[in-house]
């Protein structure tokens, strides 16, 4: 009998083990998995030792028997983390800060829904409500992808203004979906496609690409009176084209600076006042209404 309980004790142990064994850090091997097993992606961006919301997400999610015995039949999952005490190889955070900057990572957590190429279709980060609801936004993300790259295989088969037409509705859904980040060189594409700007998507998408790339330069360092007089001029271009929603996602990132770099929270409600009004049904339009009441 006790040879019985210690060979049980055993294999329950090494059951054990291997239930703890379903993220991966290994970008590579995870993206040539998914591909042999026809499955997508799960990348969790985190920060397992120092971030408090990733360790909720943990706690409350990722760590739970619903999530780890259903996500793993559609995902390979996919851990890439910025701790700050745990050691790593510097070739493993190199790799890492390359990732996150490649699927424009802000803040943690950051999770991406990605196909077996690591072509992102949703963003995820925390959120309250356990496994259920998590696995059903997951499900829910994944049963729309289909329309996403259906975009891109129809732009693929056009030329000129049509074919950036299609990558136009294609950005625009990335956009939506946050996942807009991977795809910059899309933005590239347009422009050249709308040599003469008849489609009125050469001024919108060179608007978009130099305020991302003014993002992408952004530091406690930067000059915040030159940043914000660029931002400016950018707003007023987007006006000019007739692009409301561009001219918020303008007036969003000016309102971010006042907010939190020069701590002016009346100049910050003033601007998103503006996202408001420009279009309430927007995205940018109803994030500004939620956020509004709390700068009061």
């Known amino acids: ?43 969790n ?19 739970t028997p619903e999530f780890r015995s259903q996500a793993p039949r559609n995902y390979i999952l996919v851990k890439l983390d910025f701790p700050r005490s745990r050691p790593q190889t510097p070739q493993v955070q190199t790799r890492n800060r390359g990732l996150a ?33 998590y696995l059903r936004d997951m499900d829910n993300h994944r049963s729309r992808k289909d329309t996403v790259w259906d975009l891109l295989r129809r732009a693929d088969r056009e030329t000129g203004l049509a074919r950036a037409r299609l990558l136009d509705e294609f950005y625009t859904q ?27 998507l050469r001024e919108k998408y060179s608007i978009k690409k130099e305020l991302e790339t003014l993002k992408r330069s952004l530091d406690e360092r930067s000059n915040w009176t030159e940043v914000l007089r660029r931002l400016k001029t950018l707003e007023d271009r987007a006006q000019q084209a007739g692009q409301v929603v561009l ?35 927007s995205r940018w339009g109803q994030l500004a209404a939620d956020v509004l009441p709390r700068l009061r």
């Not at 961006?45 to 760590?63: I, P």
């Not at 009346?266 to 049904?281: G, N």
């Open 174 to 200: 990335a956009e939506n979906l946050g996942s807009a980040d991977f795809f910059v060189e899309v933005i590239d594409q347009i422009v050249a496609l709308d040599t003469r700007n008849e489609a009125g």
């Open 247 to 281: 001219q918020q996602d303008v007036l969003v990132v000016q309102a971010a600076i006042n907010m939190n770099a020069l701590d002016n929270k009346s100049e910050a409600r003033s601007l998103l006042e503006r996202v408001r009004q420009l279009d309430p049904r």
């Open 101 to 133: 900057n490649r699927y424009g990572v802000e803040g943690y957590p950051t999770i991406f829904l990605a196909d077996s190429q690591g072509r992102p279709y949703a963003r995820m980060g925390y959120q309250a409500g356990g496994p259920a609801k």
């Open 45 to 63: 961006f985190t920060g397992s030792d120092w971030c408090g919301w990733c360790q909720r997400l943990s706690a409350e999610v990722f760590d």
């Open 1 to 43: 009998m006790r040879q019985f309980l210690l060979i049980f004790g055993i294999l329950f142990a090494l059951a054990s083990l291997g239930a703890q064994d379903i993220w991966t850090e290994d970008w590579e091997a995870a993206l040539q998995r998914a591909q042999r097993e026809n499955k997508d992606l799960l990348i």
